[in-house]
């Protein structure tokens, strides 16, 4: 199957400071990328969906101007929260979909997760 | 719009024996795509299972089989044999085109399941 990364794995900040969390497809093209938000016993909440080249869509209630998505490149998205409070404290995860070569790959590959705790 | 439901908050199963996840769905889609995902502590999202809303036949992956009904609109995970490494959150999710034309995935809220020794 094709492998996403994540990084950092963990993080801790001070309120107020911004965190950039990384997503990368290691071995195919990612055309699409998902963010999701996870809060502790709960399901995963899409955030935004980002093409490659193009804005990223967000989902209602997500605040663009906190939550910056960029989708540069085929291997690599990055989501910054910016100005980040403790309510921001969160597991934030990404997936990917593209091609390999020929090959179309639909089905959502996800990487291993972000925690970060804002103090 | 997309709705995925687990009513199952928790589950408890004895090791070796089996155990179905619960799972129905909502949607006007004809043509929609089923997904099982195993969620342990650490947070990585396993990918179990597949059943296209065309298919006929139930999805099986090893001891992971999807008992699919599509005219009640459920989509229960039987988990045959279960092991102690089994314990874990899981979700069934539905892919649907969303009108942004993406190929979206709506979770259910998912299912801990607890095996007992």
């Known amino acids: 199957g094709a492998v996403v990364s994540q990084h950092p794995s963990r993080v801790i900040c001070k309120s107020g400071t911004s965190v950039k969390i990384e997503c990368r497809s290691l071995d195919f093209q990612a055309t699409t990328m998902f963010w999701y938000r996870q809060f502790p016993k709960q399901s995963l909440m899409l955030m935004a969906t980002s093409n490659e080249g193009s804005k990223a869509t967000y989902e209602q209630g997500v605040e663009k101007d906190k939550f910056l998505i960029n989708h540069a490149s085929l291997t690599l998205s990055t989501l910054t929260v910016t100005s980040a409070h403790p309510e921001d404290s969160s597991f934030y995860i990404c997936?990917?979909?593209?091609?390999?070569?020929?090959?179309?790959?639909?089905?959502?590959?996800f990487g291993p997760g972000t925690r970060l705790t804002v103090l | 719009a997309q709705k995925i439901t687990q009513t199952q908050p928790g589950m408890f199963v004895q090791e070796k024996e089996a155990v179905t996840l619960d799972c129905t769905y909502d949607t006007s889609d004809q043509s929609y795509g089923l997904f099982w995902y195993k969620q342990p502590s650490s947070g990585e999202m396993i990918f179990l299972i597949y059943?296209?809303?065309?298919?006929?036949q139930n999805a099986t992956e090893g001891r992971y089989s999807l008992n699919f009904q599509k005219a009640r609109k459920s989509a229960n995970l039987v988990i045959s044999a279960s092991q102690l490494g089994d314990s874990a959150m899981y979700f069934c999710?539905?892919?649907?085109?969303?009108?942004?034309?993406?190929?979206?995935?709506?979770f259910g809220s998912g299912t801990q399941l607890t095996v007992l020794p």
């Open positions: 999710a539905m892919r649907y085109i969303s009108s942004g034309s993406a190929r979206q995935l709506t």
């Open positions: 997936s990917a979909t593209g091609t390999s070569g020929s090959r179309r790959i639909d089905e959502q590959f």
């Open positions: 059943q296209g809303s065309y298919d006929e």
